[in-house]
DNA sequence: AACACTCTCAACCGCAACTGA
DNA sequence: CTCAGTTGCGGTTGAGAGTGT
């Protein structure tokens, strides 16, 4: 699958993985542990490149990976993730334990996205693409899908940047983002402290009328908060529509940047203060939580 | 049954960030 | 500080499964 192999990977084995090396794979790291993926396929056998192990491995083989039925709680964390992350699948994926960034990514591409939109564009809006077992096809019959040729896609990016202007979804700049999950516990909250006092990269460009629409509620499981839920009906449009007029005021400079992230972090804890929809027991952990974001 | 078409998701890529010498 | 090697991320692709005609 995918594209033409780089030169560098002429030799090796590309495409679906079989069980067979997923067991070697899987073997290997269950006896050294992950790591060093670039020399761990000829230690463990494999005739992949490390990547491809890495991915593997971390998609698909890892033992506390779960697979398929997202539920309500999950589907709705992830969009009100998205409308104040954007893209950031893995910081995302951090907040929802067992899930992967790819597989949030594939489903918020399949299922989410799809919806997020209409929920924008109104309730009498159609979505463009019909479920699989929809039966009244006749009429909303498709085109045959084409190769992607040059034309083609352009046409496509033309219409999706418009998609775009008319849904105004900011997307911020992709970060490398560490997702650790907050404990409760002391030792673990004075690492989320410690991490988020060298963040000064990439804020999360939010308003304080983005702010005021939402109330916290924490996500625990097993003694870590592994996210918050948000209150309210109307929350993902007005957050959009006021986060995407902010997108338009964006300034790329470094100091601009950090401002907005200070602004942004001093407003979510005085919005903690004020509410008190959260309880005192649980400020730690959502003060640490907020910071984590930046991490 | 055969074909046409859509949808899903595993796997790929390029590149940015990180790390250590 | 620089540079090379490694790791991790988000975007993209396309095979295969599913569904309709």
């Known amino acids: 699958m995918g594209r033409a192999p780089c030169c560098e990977k002429v030799g090796l084995h590309r495409g679906p993985w079989t069980p067979k090396e997923d067991a070697l794979l899987t073997k290997y790291i269950q006896a050294h542990g992950e790591g060093l993926w670039k020399s761990l396929p000829k230690r463990a056998g494999l005739l992949r490149c490390g990547k491809s192990c890495r991915l593997r491995w971390m998609n698909y083989l890892r033992p506390d990976i779960k697979r398929g039925n997202i539920t309500p709680e999950e589907d709705d964390l992830i969009i009100r993730m998205h409308s104040l992350l954007g893209n950031r699948w893995s910081l995302i994926a951090g907040r929802l334990p067992g899930r992967t960034d790819n597989e949030i990514k594939n489903y918020w591409n399949t299922h989410l996205s799809k919806r997020v939109k209409a929920q924008q564009l109104g309730p009498d809006h159609q979505p463009t693409s019909k479920p699989r077992n929809n039966t009244n096809k006749k009429n909303n019959k498709k085109k045959k899908k084409k190769p992607a040729t040059k034309n083609n896609v352009e046409g496509e990016a033309e219409k999706a940047e418009e998609q775009e202007k008319k849904t105004h979804i900011y997307l911020p700049k992709p970060i490398r983002v560490r997702a650790l999950p907050i404990s409760i516990n002391e030792e673990d909250s004075k690492i989320s402290s ?79 203060k004020d509410d008190n929809v959260v309880g005192d027991e649980n400020q730690g952990e959502l003060d640490s939580f907020a910071q984590s974001l930046f991490v």
């Open 194 to 272: 410690s991490a988020s006092g060298s963040s000064s990269q990439d804020p999360l460009i939010l308003q304080k009328e983005d702010m005021d629409v939402m109330s916290y509620e924490p996500w625990v499981e097993n003694d870590d908060v592994f996210g918050f839920f948000v209150e309210g009906d109307q929350n993902i449009d007005r957050v959009n529509a006021s986060v995407s007029e902010e997108n338009n005021n964006i300034n790329n400079s470094d100091d601009m940047e950090y401002e907005s992230l200070e602004r942004l972090y001093e407003e979510y804890l005085q919005l903690l």
